[in-house]
């Protein structure tokens, strides 16, 4: 932390510079120069160029600890003010880069789940600029959370289709590493045998649950031998997919669910989820909820 900050100190010095202002592409590279020949330590120097990397799209990462700090709180920085300023992109007008800035964050994130997710950034950002007397409001907070979304979803559907990268990040849009791992899952899932029925099950019990709120399992009240086997296939596949999903093992922890599949089918032939009984009603929704629930934990 002690080199970074000092790393952030002189990060922008060698801007003063005649060298750099003659020849604007040296930014860093002087600044990296002129450390060394100060005295600062490898790290503090090496960070100082760094922290201008990515400089643009394909351009290599910051590789240490100290360069990716200040790197992060560069942009960090630009895009809270500006955000705060109203001087947010509109349309193929970006005058400070922000969109350049916002996807270096991202790439960031993609490069190491070491790097604190977008909500942790933004409040460190606003609370920055709050500790300064610059007043941030909740606002532009969010729009600056929404705008990483559509950078996030920009960089992803170059590289998948647009309707996998919505899946996943319609879940979360936090930490790019995590929605990167949720989709080579989700890529993974549908090249499976099975994939458009499977996925329109879900999508039929996400449907019913959209507006039911979660509520606990009553199994002494699945008296349908299809609602109980549902209930007995999702202890036993909760007890093995939670655990995966935990540790980010989605591919396998999408395996696990889509065994659910029979159980499912079965369920929706021989029940009637929109029983007239509320009571009947309420333990059948709050089963497929838990389903619902367990899914989007992906996409």
């Not at 990296?32 to 394909?58: C, M, N």
């Not at 019913?208 to 606990?216: A, C, F, K, N, Y």
Request: net charge negative; hydrophobic share 45%; proline share 4%.
């Amino acid at each position: 932390a002690e080199r970074a900050g000092r790393a952030g100190w002189l990060a922008k010095a060698d801007l003063a510079t005649a060298m750099v202002g003659e020849f604007a592409k040296l930014q860093g590279v002087m600044g990296q120069d002129y450390a060394t020949r100060s005295g600062e330590s490898k790290a503090v120097a090496d960070a100082v160029f760094e922290h201008y990397l990515p400089r643009f799209a394909g351009d290599e990462l910051a590789q240490s600890d100290e360069g990716t700090s200040v790197a992060l709180s560069d942009r960090m920085d630009s895009l809270m003010g500006c955000f705060t300023l109203g001087l947010e992109p509109t349309g193929s007008a970006d005058p400070y880069a922000l969109r350049r800035q916002a996807l270096g964050v991202v790439r960031m994130q993609r490069n190491s789940e070491r790097v604190p997710a977008l909500s942790t950034l933004i409040d460190v950002a606003a609370e920055t600029y709050q500790s300064a007397g610059v007043a941030i409001d909740a606002e532009a907070m969010s729009r600056l959370t929404a705008f990483f979304r559509g950078r996030m979803k920009a960089a992803f559907a170059q590289e998948q289709s647009s309707d996998l990268v919505e899946a996943v990040l319609a879940v979360s849009h936090d930490h790019a590493f995590d929605v990167d791992a949720r989709l080579e899952a989700l890529v993974a899932a549908k090249q499976a045998a099975g994939w458009e029925d499977l996925a329109a099950l879900v999508k039929r019990v996400a449907n019913i649950t959209e507006d039911v709120e979660p509520s606990p399992l009553e199994p002494d009240g699945f008296t349908e031998p299809a609602a109980a086997d549902l209930y007995r296939a999702l202890e036993a596949v909760q007890a093995k997919a939670r655990p995966l999903l935990d540790a980010k093992a989605y591919r396998e922890g999408l395996t696990q669910l889509a065994t659910l599949k029979g159980p499912i089918d079965r369920f929706f032939d021989e029940v009637l989820v929109m029983s007239k009984e509320p009571a009947e009603r309420a333990r059948r929704l709050a089963l497929l909820t838990t389903v619902a629930r367990l899914f989007s934990r992906v996409a």
